[in-house]
């Protein structure tokens, strides 16, 4: 029962392993730093998948730990002071080919759970009750962040467009 279980599991993560890249992309912003969480989470789901009671929930499951671990990333990130920051190298970038989406920005400057139901519901395209179970939420709880979050990011895409 348990290799059955577990080779599902396998099979499920290497089936979605696009997906869960590209969800830790949309958090840490760094090739490699998504690719750590990815095989973080992947290594945790593998060691842990006993403890699944329902295996219709791998998907929920797994989206949630490769969120944990790109966050986990992100904090570690934030306390990692540069030594010496005066010598970085500052990339030319024209206006005109900005490297960074204006929208892509405004998310990422949301607080982390309106952040992670847009992504969830755009980017990864999944139904609002997933992303309730996912982030350990009430439905109602995710409808109200979402829609708050959209107006506020109207609000100021629309700000931006007039200056």
């Given at each position: 029962m348990k290799q059955v279980l577990y080779d599902k599991l396998t099979a499920y993560i290497i089936e979605n392993q696009d997906r869960f890249y590209r969800l830790a992309y949309s958090y840490v912003k760094n090739q490699d730093d998504a690719l750590d969480a990815v095989q973080n989470a992947v290594c945790k789901a593998l060691s842990h998948y006993e403890e699944l009671k329902n295996e219709e929930a791998f998907k929920t499951w797994l989206y949630r730990i490769v969120i944990n671990e790109s966050l986990?990333?992100?904090?570690?990130?934030?306390?990692?002071?540069?030594?010496?920051?005066?010598?970085?190298?500052?990339?030319?970038?024209?206006?005109?080919?900005?490297?960074?989406?204006?929208?892509?920005?405004?998310?990422?400057?949301?607080?982390?759970?309106?952040?992670?139901?847009?992504?969830?519901?755009?980017?990864?395209?999944?139904?609002?009750?997933?992303?309730?179970?996912?982030?350990?939420?009430?439905?109602?709880?995710?409808?109200?962040?979402?829609?708050?979050?959209?107006?506020?990011?109207?609000?100021?895409?629309?700000?931006?467009?007039?200056?």
């Open positions: 986990t990333l992100l904090r570690a990130r934030k306390r990692f002071v540069l030594e010496n920051e005066s010598s970085r190298e500052i990339p030319y970038e024209e206006k005109k080919y900005e490297v960074h989406d204006d929208l892509y920005d405004q998310i990422g400057q949301m607080e982390e759970d309106t952040q992670s139901i847009i992504k969830l519901r755009f980017f990864e395209e999944l139904e609002l009750s997933e992303i309730a179970r996912i982030l350990k939420m009430n439905l109602n709880t995710v409808k109200t962040k979402l829609y708050r979050g959209l107006k506020t990011l109207r609000a100021e895409m629309e700000k931006e467009e007039d200056a």
